[in-house]
């Protein structure tokens, strides 16, 4: 039996990455939890967290079927804050979410809370998911529907914003609610997700025959049944017109056992098919979840993932590189470095857009040009996907163009088109930037 079968039926949950270290001498009671270990380093306490070990304490009655069976993780996802208590001890900032109206619903598989640390505030994973206070704060410019999906709706369920594809909304459930969702305004309220509405959005389609390219979205299209999602895709791949369809999803990320064999066998009737993933952390490339991406690959659907930059979160070069590093060995290209959107009370995640081009630039020539996504701003006011670089070119010299490197040296690339018109411009002497002069 290979290893991705074993997602369904072994009788021991496949192993995580090493246990990740926190340095939280400033918890006492995490000297006493049975998930944390103590161990010395450099004079501090050091705890080492451990999937498995969470696994042990909180759900040692759950057998291994139950634990990997998609749906137990949706039955059993942690969307109430007395429950969610009951695992991890809340900050200040997370009760006072706990204690609020009108916020983003919360929900959390019990596969996704085994990668939180129960006693760090500050643990990347938990800030993705875990309510805070933060978000009763909005900020300047923050909206609703910061990209005006709904302007660009013509039926319910359909965005047609770009002249040759549109978004479908197939449903507006996620397993787990990310709290910077663009559609926050929408998820976890699963008006969308009914054949009625489906059936109106595909006849859009049809009867648009410019529309080359449908992304099925929501919400996470793969938290619905093969034979709902197979439903749709069926009548697209119909559509004489549509030549690829794409999927978005988080669930190899947050829900990796979803990815069945009966799955992908159902998915890869409808090539070419895409699926635009969405990581955040390399802790979220655990040994399921690459397993989960392997399966996808083998079943020949190219495999993008879409990165939202988040303060505090993944905002370092190294973070990112790792992340996209492990992406890579998972057969998943990197593929848009986001920019977070506006939504209400998401400040606190939003990053500079210096920062976003700091990161670009400490990723391009340090690593392989397949690591490098493209980072872009999804304009507010329904503008559309674009990027935003890093300043590599300087300038023009008697000889041609000058670029910045990676390595912030300057050289000249040849521009036979200057060669009839150098009179008269002021340009830079060649032996002021040859072979890296500043």
């Not at 080492?48 to 998609?70: A, I």
């Not at 695992?87 to 009760?95: A, D, N, R, W």
């Not at 006072?96 to 129960?118: C, E, F, N, R, V």
């Not at 872009?376 to 670029?403: A, C, E, H, N, W």
């Amino acid at each position: 039996m290979d290893k991705l079968e074993q997602i369904e039926v072994e009788t021991e949950p496949p192993s995580e990455d090493p246990p990740a270290a926190y340095d939280l001498g400033f918890r006492a009671e995490s000297l006493f939890h049975p998930t944390i270990r103590t161990i010395s380093h450099s004079s501090h306490n050091i705890f080492e967290f451990s999937p498995q070990e969470f696994r042990r304490t909180h759900y040692k009655r759950v057998s291994d079927r139950d634990w990997n069976d998609w749906k137990w993780q949706v039955q059993n996802r942690i969307t109430r804050f007395p429950d969610l208590e009951k695992i991890l001890p809340l900050s200040g900032q997370e009760l006072q979410a706990g204690s609020g109206q009108d916020l983003l619903p919360m929900s959390i598989t019990p596969y996704y809370l085994s990668l939180i640390h129960p006693f760090d505030p500050d643990d990347p994973i938990r800030k993705c998911v875990v309510p805070t206070g933060l978000e009763f704060k909005k900020g300047l410019g923050e909206e609703n529907d910061p990209l005006h999906e709904d302007r660009d709706s013509p039926v319910p369920g359909i965005v047609h914003r770009y002249p040759d594809r549109v978004l479908f909304l197939a449903t507006g459930f996620c397993s787990t609610y990310c709290r910077y969702c663009t559609r926050s305004r929408m998820v976890g309220h699963d008006s969308l997700g009914h054949p009625e509405k489906w059936i109106k959005a595909i006849d859009y389609v049809k009867n648009n025959p410019l529309v080359r390219d449908v992304l099925i979205s929501g919400g996470d299209p793969l938290t619905m049944g093969d034979d709902q999602l197979q439903y749709i895709l069926e009548k697209l791949r119909a559509i004489r017109h549509v030549e690829i369809i794409r999927i978005g999803t988080k669930v190899p990320a947050v829900l990796p056992q979803r990815i069945t064999r009966s799955l992908c066998k159902m998915l890869k009737k409808f090539h070419p098919l895409f699926l635009s993933l969405h990581f955040t952390h390399p802790r979220e490339m655990t040994e399921q979840a690459a397993q989960a991406c392997s399966r996808l690959a083998d079943a020949g659907i190219p495999l993008g993932s879409q990165t939202v930059l988040l303060k505090g979160i993944n905002d370092q070069t190294s973070i990112l590189k790792n992340l996209y590093h492990k992406l890579l060995v998972a057969r998943v290209r990197p593929y848009y470095l986001y920019q977070c959107d506006p939504i209400p009370g998401s400040n606190h995640f939003r990053t500079t857009i210096e920062k976003g081009k700091e990161m670009i630039q400490g990723l391009r020539g340090h690593t392989s040009g397949y690591a490098v996504p493209q980072y872009v701003i999804d304009l507010p006011g329904g503008g559309g996907k674009t990027p935003v670089l890093p300043g590599y070119y300087q300038g023009r010299t008697s000889t041609g163009l000058v670029f910045k490197n990676f390595e912030n040296r300057h050289y000249v690339y040849p521009d036979q088109s200057m060669a009839e018109n150098q009179a008269g411009m002021n340009l830079v002497a060649p032996e002021n930037i040859a072979g890296g002069a500043q």
